[in-house]
């Protein structure tokens, strides 16, 4: 077999053979083809897609090109998140549904852009760590039903490879490279059932509900075809996903909805996503799924998984109970309505991006998150906020000068005078 022969055959939209798909993968990842061949043929995937056999064929070869997860446990769940902006259900769910009597073994990476990624999150927990052994994971997952272990090396090195090339040439955005790439993944972490939230508007990958779907269904069908239970749900990311945005803030909104405190989109979407993996794990019917959830939730059970989590993960459990414990802002700036005005949209990407400014996120892989950093949103949507009103509130403690950053802030409300 040779490279050139495989970058022409999806060229000329002739489907490879799972063995041809194989060889790229495993002499991509050995280093026997360079980085220019393989550019060739992701791009020739990007501009004439793969067919769902050959998709299914790239994802066993990424999945089998390193280490598979083996848990001593009889019935796990994962859940993947397309991600987004303010997006922190993994750590809400996560302990709803063990809580629930369904263990939740998840592998998360840290994130590049807006804020960090849900281990940058949870390490804003002081102490809180995430590189922990296999033993140690497997030992926190029989006590508590629920841990998060950051991604290792030996998990999916094809992955990584390919999807560092991909940043860098413009081939992130296909459907099939994207499908392949987070399932083999989670096929690699080997749950028995796989919840999938893929999440489409301004502050996700996917911008129309239409591709969304899309890739919803494929990787649905790759999942079931991998002999998993699989369930994939398309969630709305045009606002962000809930009213902080930025790592202490997001876990202080996480205990707040693990508490009960806060009711809103926020709980629902995650009473609805742990619910989904509660009936993927035979608890019942949806309804019954949705009463255990929200029942885990106000009798404190879900909180009380999550500061055991905290605590055997070394991290400080008593911010479960109090909040301030968190990293807090030195500096912070109010942006009040200047007269009565109705919400009509909050762009996700925009409000995003000034976190970013403000220190929340990295642009590039060795940047220093400020933890404190970020923003929270007073408003909602459809919210009427009289004159002189809070709109939302910049955290930082590396920026004093928030010009910059109101102004990138206000640019993503669209609002009417009322
Ligand atoms: N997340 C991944 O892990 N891979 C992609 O290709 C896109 C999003």
């Not at 709980?267 to 929200?294: N, Q, S």
Request: charged content about 25%.
């Amino acid at each position: 077999m040779n490279a050139i022969d495989i970058i022409n055959k999806t060229k000329k939209k002739n489907e490879l053979s799972e063995s041809e798909i194989k060889w790229l993968v495993s002499s991509y990842t050995d280093g026997d083809i360079p980085d220019y061949q393989m550019s060739a043929w992701l791009m020739a995937v990007c501009l004439n897609g793969l067919t769902e056999t050959e998709t299914l064929s790239l994802t066993y070869a990424m999945r089998d090109s390193g280490k598979i997860e083996k848990l001593d446990i009889p019935l796990t769940v994962d859940k993947h998140s397309t991600g987004g902006v303010g997006d922190k259900t993994s750590f809400i769910i996560g302990p709803i549904v063990a809580s629930c009597g369904v263990c939740v073994a998840k592998m998360s990476g840290r994130g590049l852009g807006h804020t960090g990624g849900t281990i940058d999150k949870l390490e804003s927990i002081s102490g809180f760590r995430t590189d922990i052994t296999h033993e140690e994971f497997e030992e926190i997952l029989k006590k508590t039903g629920f841990s998060i272990i950051s991604q290792t090396d030996e998990l999916c090195p094809a992955d990584r490879k390919m999807y560092a090339l991909r940043n860098s040439t413009g081939t992130v955005d296909s459907i099939p490279l994207i499908c392949s790439s987070i399932m083999s993944k989670k096929l690699a972490m080997n749950a028995d059932c796989l919840l999938l939230d893929v999440k489409y508007g301004s502050g996700a990958f996917m911008k129309t509900r239409e591709d969304a779907q899309k890739l919803a269904d494929l990787m649905e069908r790759i999942g079931r075809a991998a002999g998993k239970k699989c369930r994939a749900d398309v969630t709305d990311m045009n606002s962000p996903l809930g009213r902080c945005i930025g790592n202490a803030l997001e876990v202080r909104e996480a205990v707040d909805v693990l508490s009960g405190r806060s009711k809103g989109r926020l709980y629902d979407i995650c009473i609805e996503l742990a619910a989904d993996m509660l009936e993927l794990a035979g608890k019942g019917t949806v309804d019954e799924c949705t009463a255990l959830a929200k029942d885990a939730v106000s009798s404190g059970r879900a909180l009380d998984v999550f500061r055991e989590t905290i605590r055997l993960q070394g991290g400080d459990p008593r911010v479960c109970d109090d909040t301030s414990l968190l990293p807090q802002a030195e500096h912070k700036f109010v942006i009040r309505a200047m007269e009565d005005i109705e919400i009509l949209s909050i762009d996700s990407e925009e409000i995003g991006m000034t976190s970013l400014l403000l220190g929340a996120g990295r642009v590039s892989k060795t940047d220093k998150i400020d933890m404190s950093a970020g923003i929270v949103m007073n408003c909602d949507v459809g919210d009427k906020i009289s004159m002189d009103g809070t709109i939302m509130t910049l955290y930082s403690s590396t920026l004093s000068d928030f010009s910059d950053a109101a102004v990138r802030a206000l640019g993503a409300i669209r609002f009417r005078r009322i």
